[in-house]
């Protein structure tokens, strides 16, 4: 499997970018579906993610303003941003995950979202 990311690009602070994840399988629908960033010198966090079942959790700093959502016939993971910030200035990556009945974990390559003050 692999996972193709998308969408980054440079954006001023106040507006939006949607993120896509698209997968080389049909497995959107049957695995956990996270979006991580990595900011220079920092660790990499969970940003958002989306389990089978659609339950979703965001990460404080998010909250509010993004929204993971996904396309199950597309095989592909969204993530809409809005009301950027410079903070959120970052590698984005995305994931897909499930440890039943095995474990499988699967990351992209990242896309760079560069917000302007």
């Known amino acids: 499997v692999q996972l193709q990311a998308s969408g980054g690009g440079l954006v001023q602070a106040g507006g939006s970018l949607r993120l896509s994840c698209e997968a080389s399988?049909?497995?959107?629908?049957?695995?956990?579906m996270g979006w991580y960033r990595q900011a220079p010198g920092k660790q990499r966090e969970l940003v958002a993610s989306?389990?089978?079942?659609?339950?979703?959790n965001y990460a404080d700093s998010v909250l509010g303003r993004f929204t993971i959502s996904r396309d199950n016939a597309k095989n592909t993971v969204y993530l809409q941003m809005n009301s950027l910030k410079p903070e959120d200035t970052a590698v984005y990556y995305c994931r897909a995950s499930r440890t039943s009945p095995m474990w499988q974990n699967w990351w992209g390559q990242g896309t760079l979202v560069t917000v302007s003050s």
């Open positions: 989306m389990t089978r079942d659609g339950s979703t």
């Open positions: 399988g049909n497995i959107v629908s049957s695995h956990t």
